[in-house]
């Protein structure tokens, strides 16, 4: 039973580069439930929804997966709950990949009371205070449950700066946590788990993790433990340490990252994946994310600005709307506002990948970035 | 220029009964900006937006024309403000007929520190507390400037129940700014301006502000002052007090009104416009307006309720997702919920008025009510 699966899961997850341009790569990522075009974003779509969007505009601005969260998931309607509805997909309507966090990170940052031991977490709900277990089988389980494309194993997050002890007890709890995950992983054929490389700003101990997780039998390997504080010039040089130790045949997904500078950024050092609340927070805060840079519509400048929102963007949120009237929309808090921006923030965040992506199979990535980021430096004039 | 504007406006502003059954109608209202079918439900777009909605989705569902208010849209951007960037229907990116409030309603009900004398209200914003002053002439005045198609005369809307000398004062106030609100109209070629009658919940006053309105010029005549916590009983003797005086020729429009069984038996006694908060506001609050009557989305019983909101309705809110999943996005107080629900509540409004229409263009408006209300009897089962 358990061969049969590994080996069409193995037919059915495949993973291949169709070009390069540095250490940039292009390509696709094939399941079942259809392909991810990479370097990929995935809208983050924390209790079943993309906040203030509708799937199909999801869908429409080009996302091939969106990410759902493992901690919210389990806490609210619970694992058991979705599966017995038919599975996440069905739940919110999204038919397409889903890639699930391990709910390792969000009990870190949102829960209330935990205690971490070998076998995993206990932690009080941040909703209603009711205890709850995680544990690596706990939440390949609930992943299961939810019917998630990509499982990502549970694993320990720590916050920068910190010792390098602490790293390197967290980061070799994480490996351990991930034999753990990867045996009980309990998806369906064409599903898949991914491994956590961590080790905290330490070099040596990312490079242990890096090749331990590469030797064990994991769809992809991820990068986490970044973005948590440290500058992005710490991230970016752990991106390139772990880097040449990450398998060339498998998809590398950056956890958690990032802004529009830090995905050109690190697609350039050979990223393939990412997700990020970013876009969607800021588009609920009035912030939009335009190809000239980031722009404040709160800002009073543009109250009587009637020029729309970015010219260079496909999006009708970004063209068929006044500048002063998304500020009127954002300064009277209005839905609308929300439901306008984070579309504009999700449009870019797309446009910015496929626009990588055809750079790096044209063989002219670094002409590419270096024009993105001339537009961003000139700014919103 | 007066006489000009006049002519210009009389060519370009039509009402035509189409259809009648018993003192139901069906008819259109023609304006340069386009047809609204009658009887008709206009969405409510306080400031500029119809709340959790994009325009062309309203639009999508029948609605022919949206409501705008003119206490929120002078307190914020300002009126003079929304003309500069070219009015409100370029402001909102709504094309389609607009029509406004005078405000008077919202002064009394929202704003604070009022003062009420013969030439009008002096107040302070609920937003900032600053400072104004809306009379006759100013109200016209913003209508104007906002690009209005339906503009209302400044009104003094008074609370039910309150005394018969109470409501003659109001009423016959109402009707010396009547004539100064026709006066200082000056709206385009085409957009025309409505009287409203008042008269609380006293017959003859009812009658002899309705007959008063009708030996004035307006394009149409409104009902105000109903729905203000009078029973349904009330507000219904009331239109039939008032209907045979008004004039058959223009149309009708209940300001304020109400839940879909009011829109069905205000429809029944002549009535052929509406606006009304409930289905947006019940939207935004986990309530759901279906063809099997109110349903609220925050009960514990949909949670693992697979089935569509309402079968019967042809909007993707009320087809495409289950009531599990409504009941937890409500329960999760996510921004989706709002969208979706607006959206079901809405389409269900547009449906009503589009069913009642064509119930009456085949004369069988009684059998379609009392189908309909049976429906509704039955409930959500």
């Not at 990522?29 to 990479?38: D, F, K, N, Q, Y």
């Not at 089988?137 to 549970?154: K, V, Y």
């Not at 709160?298 to 068929?320: E, G």
Request: charged share 25%.
């Amino acid at each position: 039973m358990t061969e049969d699966r590994t080996l069409n899961e193995t037919a059915a997850f495949t993973f291949s580069v169709h070009a390069r341009d540095g250490a940039a790569r292009t390509g696709a990522i094939s399941m079942p439930r259809g392909e991810i075009r990479t370097p990929a974003f995935m809208p983050v779509g924390t209790a079943a929804t993309v906040k203030a969007m509708y799937t199909d505009q999801v869908r429409a601005l080009g996302a091939d997966v969106v990410l759902g969260n493992t901690y919210h998931l389990m806490l609210r309607p619970g694992a058991e709950r979705v599966a017995e509805l038919g599975g996440l997909h069905k739940f919110m309507n999204w038919p397409h990949p889903i890639l699930t966090d391990s709910g390792g990170f969000q009990v870190m940052s949102l829960s209330k009371l935990r205690k971490l031991n070998e076998n995993g977490v206990t932690f009080q709900s941040h909703i209603d205070g009711a205890k709850h277990v995680l544990t690596p089988e706990r939440s390949m389980e609930i992943q299961a449950l939810l019917g998630s494309d990509i499982q990502m194993q549970f694993d320990e997050c720590v916050k920068l700066p910190c010792s390098d002890e602490e790293a390197e007890r967290a980061m070799r709890l994480s490996l351990r946590w991930a034999e753990r995950s990867r045996k009980a992983f309990a998806g369906q054929p064409g599903q898949t788990t991914f491994g956590i490389v961590q080790g905290g700003a330490v070099p040596r101990l990312r490079v242990e993790s890096a090749k331990a997780l590469a030797d064990m039998d994991f769809g992809g390997l991820a990068i986490g433990g970044l973005a948590v504080g440290e500058p992005q010039a710490v991230m970016l040089e752990m991106i390139e340490v772990v880097e040449p130790h990450l398998p060339q045949g498998k998809p590398r997904y950056l956890m958690g990252v990032g802004t529009p500078d830090d995905l050109i950024e690190s697609v350039s050092r050979g990223v393939d994946m990412f997700d990020c609340v970013m876009p969607t927070r800021a588009g609920r805060h009035g912030l939009a994310y335009t190809h000239a840079g980031k722009v404040n519509l709160r800002n009073a400048k543009h109250a009587t600005d009637t020029r729309p929102l970015d010219p260079m963007s496909s999006c009708p949120a970004a063209r068929d709307y006044s500048r002063a009237y998304l500020h009127h929309l954002v300064r009277s808090n209005e839905i609308l506002g929300m439901m306008l921006l984070t579309w504009n923030n999700l449009a870019y965040y797309q446009e910015l990948m496929a626009g990588m992506r055809a750079a790096i199979a044209e063989r002219r990535f670094q002409d590419h970035k270096a024009e993105t980021k001339a537009r961003w430096a000139r700014g919103d004039v």
